[in-house]
């Protein structure tokens, strides 16, 4: 009964931990906000299912503990379709409706989350049925609530740490699914109910959990293809012609690390599509990362583009992320006389990943041979806090701030700390999310990103914040005040042209620039870098 008790409440938790990470994943929304509202609405359920047992099924025990795992373990599969397939239809559909007709695209997101809870709320009645079957079959209900909570605390240690990494939620959500189902078998079995309807039902669920395996790949390709793709096809074509459409274009190639997910595309000439689809093309957690058409424009802008401003060449230079590598490489091209760069990044994962990729190693070798470079594997904010070394220049390669975990990267507090281990006459530059078009509905109190960042940093002691790059957007800011402006004359004539065009200083007030205490980011304080 205890071991039952254990895998079934371990089966639960893992359910509503996986549907949290599932529906930020699509949503692209605050992770926070999504754990947060999944979590209040799943134990909401839990009580829900409870309450309607007490209610209306009180002296049923047994017989319906196996029709409800049998539900859960038939329903979660098709639930997680479910949400792709939404997913899939806001993307097509819904989000290009609010666009056109109510102006509100940026609020598709958040209509999402909240649609998608009709998911959790059914699995989570479901399985508030069980706990007081257990507690009604079993008089140590002191022992069942405990391993209850054990389970709860297994299950948060054991999904996002060994086992979405290695074989992401989809595979997650199998793999409870058959955890689930082998506990119905063994329920059956040990209490030797091996009715005929039983054994059939066993057969039926291992039928569908098995095709469920057998499409998960195609569906979540379909996903993927959906959210790449999308904006630039024909919107005269149905959800039913894209089928036929991305049948034509090769599998997206997917993988997650413990700390985010990568998709890598392979260029495709036989449609109409953005020029980054043209290319071959990597995202991080669905966010450009590096294209092989206009690479270039973003890390010579950051690495060229920030000598040039700061008129001389740094000595000792601090990389923070970049784990692609092509920073490195092209503070190794530019600045050739660099005695020291140290390199931080979080994810083992990434770094080994890019440096095997081809053909991208053709281009960042030298950020992994260099003698020069000293790469560490750290949190970024560890790593500087504990740092006691001076820098002449650090360069910042973040992903960029969609949510308040990476929110603390863009904080006041490690900015402070950034200004420490800074040497004098020395600077930071990282690329910036810029939001200039008017053509949008905001929230009414939202604030500009630009003004968050001028604000948070001004506070952190900078005294000169300077943004540039009508393209790649990037800001570069110094402890002293200095009048900054680009030399053209001393550009590298190794940048390449499109380079140059985005080496323009971006005026503040054009940009709505505001700087206020209000607006400055902190830890204890998240802002909201989108609406």
């Known amino acids: 009964m205890n071991f039952l008790v254990f895998i079934l409440s371990f089966c639960s938790v893992s359910y509503q931990i996986l549907l949290s990470y599932i529906i930020a994943d699509v949503s692209e929304s605050s992770h926070v906000f999504v754990y947060s509202l999944t979590a209040g609405v799943y134990f909401l359920s839990l009580g829900i299912g409870a309450y309607i047992y007490n209610t209306f099924f009180s002296k049923k025990e047994l017989g319906l503990l196996i029709k409800i795992e049998s539900w859960l373990i038939f329903l979660v599969p098709i639930f997680i379709f479910g949400i792709y397939i939404s997913a899939i239809i806001f993307s097509v559909i819904v989000g290009p409706w609010m666009q056109s007709e109510l102006n509100l695209f940026y609020y598709k997101n958040i209509l999402l989350v909240f649609c998608l809870q009709f998911f959790v709320i059914i699995i989570g009645i479901l399985s508030g049925f069980e706990l007081p079957i257990f507690l009604k079959i079993s008089p140590k209900t002191g022992m069942i609530i405990f391993l209850n909570y054990v389970a709860g605390l297994f299950a948060g240690l054991l999904l996002p740490i060994f086992i979405i990494p290695n074989i992401d939620f989809f595979g997650s959500f199998l793999f409870v699914s058959y955890l689930n189902f082998f506990i119905l078998a063994y329920l059956i079995y040990y209490y030797k109910v091996f009715f005929v309807k039983n054994i059939l039902l066993l057969v039926s669920l291992s039928v569908a959990l098995f095709l469920s395996a057998s499409y998960k790949d195609n569906i979540f390709n379909f996903y993927l293809k959906t959210h790449y793709f999308n904006a630039e096809l024909n919107k005269n ?104 760069i140290d390199w931080v990044e979080l994810d083992p994962k990434v770094m080994q990943f890019f440096k095997n990729l081809s053909p991208l190693n053709l281009i960042n070798k030298s950020a992994f041979s260099s003698k020069k470079v000293y790469s560490y594997i750290e949190d970024a904010f560890h790593f500087v806090k504990n740092s006691k070394n001076k820098y002449d220049a650090i360069f910042i390669d973040f992903p960029l701030p969609f949510n308040q975990d990476l929110s603390r990267l863009y904080s006041v507090e490690f900015y402070k700390l950034l200004a420490k281990i800074l040497s004098k006459n020395s600077y930071i530059v990282a690329d910036v999310l810029l939001i200039t078009k008017k053509n949008y509905i905001f929230p009414k109190n939202f604030i500009l990103p630009q003004s968050i960042f001028s604000s948070t940093l001004k506070d952190a002691g900078f005294k000169s914040v300077f943004f540039y790059g009508p393209e790649e957007p990037f800001l570069f800011a110094q402890i002293n005040k200095k009048s900054l402006s680009f030399n053209f004359k001393k550009l590298s004539k190794k940048i390449s042209t499109k380079t140059k065009k985005n080496l323009i200083k971006l005026n503040n007030n054009s940009l709505g620039v505001k700087i206020k205490k209000e607006y400055i980011n902190s830890i204890f304080k998240p802002m909201s870098f989108i609406p």
């Open 237 to 340: 074509n149905n959800i039913f012609d894209l089928k036929n459409i991305f049948n034509k274009i090769s599998n997206i190639e997917h993988f997650r690390t413990k700390y985010q997910s990568i998709d890598v595309i392979s260029p495709y000439t036989t449609r109409k599509l953005p020029d980054i689809f043209k290319t071959f093309s990597i995202f991080l957690d669905k966010k450009t990362q590096i294209n092989l058409l206009d690479w270039r424009v973003y890390h010579e802008s950051m690495v060229a583009g920030s000598i040039n401003l700061f008129k001389k060449n740094p000595k000792k230079i601090l990389v923070l992320g970049g784990g692609d590598g092509l920073i490195v490489s092209q503070i190794l091209k530019f600045i050739p006389n660099s005695q020291r």
